[in-house]
């Protein structure tokens, strides 16, 4: 329970986020994940990386369809540390803030929120419009924390990849994972 995470993955720019992350708590051999992947992720994994699909599914230890709600993590008597959404698009956002839970990306957010669980949304879009920006509250209100994709360039990165470790690294953060993806202010 303390060391299962549920990963999701839904139709925005910044795939690569949510894979570094799958990549990292698989390295750590510490976690076990639930992955689910909403169909328009499935296509962007194709558009902004080189994996296969496949291979991103490999690197949770379940994977479940993004309509399963039959999956474990669609009831709040399943436990976990918590959940993070990378990327996690207006559309999903919305379904969040709203309480809508209808596909199972949204469902587990609903349980993590009721069940007073960490929920993390990287969320990936600009420029943000006036609605994104009151569904940021509201998914705010009920207890999600809101983590846009915003590098910060004190680590001085010099490659894509330290990027998106810095990203993934804030995300683990937040879970309160140890890691050393990034190097952190002053050190």
């Known amino acids: 329970m303390k060391n299962e995470i549920i990963i999701g993955m839904s139709g925005a720019s910044g795939i ?3 894979i570094r992350i ?3 708590l698989k390295q ?3 976690f076990k994940t639930h992955l689910v992947i909403s169909e328009s992720a499935k296509e962007l994994i194709k558009i902004e990386t080189d994996y296969s699909l496949r291979a991103v599914e490999n690197l949770g230890d379940n994977v479940y369809d993004d309509h399963d709600f039959t999956a474990p993590i669609a009831s709040g008597s399943h436990r976990s540390k918590g959940m993070i959404i990378a990327p996690c698009s207006m559309k999903t956002l919305a379904s969040i803030a709203s309480g809508m839970s209808d596909t199972l990306i949204s469902r587990a957010a609903d349980c993590c ?3 007073k669980r960490p929920l993390i949304l ?3 879009e600009t420029p943000l419009n006036l609605i994104h920006i009151d569904n940021m509250k509201k998914a705010t209100e009920a207890g999600a924390c809101i983590l846009p994709a915003c590098p910060a360039f004190y680590p001085k990165p010099k ?3 330290d990027i998106i470790d810095f ?3 804030r995300a683990l953060d937040l879970l309160d994972i140890e890691h050393n993806l990034y190097r952190r202010w002053r050190e």
Do not use: C, I, N, S
């Open 16 to 18: 690569p986020y949510g």
């Open 22 to 24: 799958l990549e990292a």
């Open 28 to 30: 750590m051999k510490v």
């Open 113 to 115: 929120l009721k069940e």
């Open 122 to 124: 990287m969320t990936r």
């Open 159 to 161: 490659t894509l990849d």
């Open 167 to 169: 990203m993934a690294g």
